[in-house]
């Protein structure tokens, strides 16, 4: 199956400063999604992202398919921004393989 | 009710107990999942089913069993379950089309501790 790496593991933030996130699959890929998981546990859905390029507010994403790896930007990061952010690629069997996680902490 | 709602929140049981867990989407999707997390380790599909029927199971041991009555709903059986079983278990949804399975929604999840 395809594999997912996600790097780096962890990261710490001073409030306020921006980061990348990336995600690296072993395949190409017909689904990728972007998640942010609470410290309740929920997934929250960032984005869905196949190829090119979205972007939600500080939020933004790049998927580079031909290439096999998925890039997300946080700009001007907040305390509420820290989690855990998971990426999730399928491929033709549509089976969504989640990445181990990158775990964010945001300070004050 | 929006979203991908997931009863019970909280669930601690024995090993020899017998559970489910609920799942509902308001979605209006037509494929459900389960997902087990454990403690440091990626999330695992555990179950699909599309247009109420069971198209994965991935090697799940028997002592889950899935239903999934309507596209609506989705249960998980629970019974004689292992402290290792112990996890978050998460319920998904999704559109299925003719071009495969697209973005996925998930619930809050229950978690479940077994004594």
């Known amino acids: 199956g395809i594999q997912v790496e996600q790097s780096p593991p962890d990261l710490i933030l001073q409030e306020g400063a921006n980061s990348t996130l990336r995600c690296n699959f072993s395949d190409s890929v017909n689904n990728l999604q972007w998640f942010h998981q609470n410290p309740w546990g929920q997934l929250i859905n960032l984005f869905y992202?196949?190829?090119g390029t979205k972007q939600n507010g500080r939020l933004s994403a790049t998927t580079v398919a031909t290439e096999r790896y998925s890039l997300l930007y946080i700009s001007s990061s907040q305390t509420t921004d820290s989690g855990v952010y998971f990426c999730?690629?399928?491929?033709?069997?549509?089976?969504?393989?989640f990445g181990k996680g990158i775990t964010l902490s945001v300070r004050p | 009710e929006t979203g991908v709602t997931q009863t019970p929140r909280h669930l601690v049981m024995g090993m020899t107990n017998k559970k489910s867990l609920k799942c509902e989407q308001h979605l209006g999707h037509n494929a459900m999942y389960w997902y087990k997390q454990s403690a440091k380790k990626p999330l695992e599909l555990m179950f699909v089913y599309s247009l109420e029927e069971r198209v994965e199971n991935n090697s799940v041991p028997s002592r889950f069993s899935p239903e999934c009555p309507n596209s609506s709903h989705l249960f998980l059986h629970l019974h004689t379950l292992q402290p290792e079983d112990s996890a978050l278990y998460l319920c998904?949804?999704?559109?299925?089309?003719?071009?495969?399975?697209?973005?996925?929604?998930f619930g809050p999840g229950t978690r479940l501790t077994v004594t």
């Open positions: 998904a949804s999704s559109q299925r089309l003719a071009g495969g399975y697209y973005e996925q929604y």
């Open positions: 999730a690629v399928a491929g033709a069997n549509s089976k969504l393989t």
């Open positions: 992202i196949p190829s």
